[in-house]
């Protein structure tokens, strides 16, 4: 099997886990980009194969799709995505953890996935 981690995945449960330890609800494509590769590197080291789907139309589709969740913003270290001011770390829990497969989940939440995005 091979998993398609899109964008929304990604950004998401980043930002949950940055929120679960900080009050930033924000993070820059960089740092999503390594949290990303990081998580796919776990899913290999399980046998398992990932694939992340980043690119500008499937960003662009993110704000157009869940323009309720996120917005594009300018911070210190470059361009990143934002949750909007109203959103909680619950509501994305909701709306993105519930149809994850478990080796995906487990592998946003290890610590050392978590320890790349600074938190």
């Given at each position: 099997?091979?998993?398609?981690i899109?964008?929304?995945?990604?950004?998401?449960?980043?930002?949950?886990?940055?929120?679960?330890?900080?009050?930033?609800?924000?993070?820059?494509?960089?740092?999503?980009e390594?949290y990303g590769?990081?998580?796919?590197?776990?899913?290999s080291?399980?046998?398992?194969?990932a694939?992340?789907?980043l690119?500008?139309?499937?960003?662009?589709?993110?704000?157009?799709d869940?323009?309720?969740?996120?917005?594009?913003?300018?911070?210190?270290?470059?361009?990143?995505?934002?949750?909007?001011?109203?959103?909680?770390?619950?509501?994305?829990?909701?709306?993105?953890?519930?149809?994850?497969?478990?080796d995906?989940?487990?592998?946003?939440?290890d610590?050392?996935?978590?320890?790349i995005?600074?938190?």
């Amino acid at each position: 099997m091979c998993f398609y981690i899109g964008i929304e995945d990604l950004a998401a449960n980043a930002l949950i886990e940055i929120m679960k330890k900080s009050d930033r609800t924000c993070i820059t494509y960089s740092e999503l980009e390594q949290y990303g590769a990081h998580v796919v590197q776990l899913l290999s080291e399980k046998g398992e194969k990932a694939v992340l789907v980043l690119s500008r139309d499937d960003t662009n589709a993110l704000f157009r799709d869940y323009s309720e969740f996120f917005e594009e913003v300018e911070l210190k270290n470059g361009l990143g995505i934002r949750l909007k001011t109203g959103k909680r770390k619950e509501d994305l829990i909701i709306q993105f953890r519930g149809y994850l497969a478990l080796d995906v989940l487990l592998a946003f939440v290890d610590k050392s996935s978590v320890r790349i995005l600074g938190v």
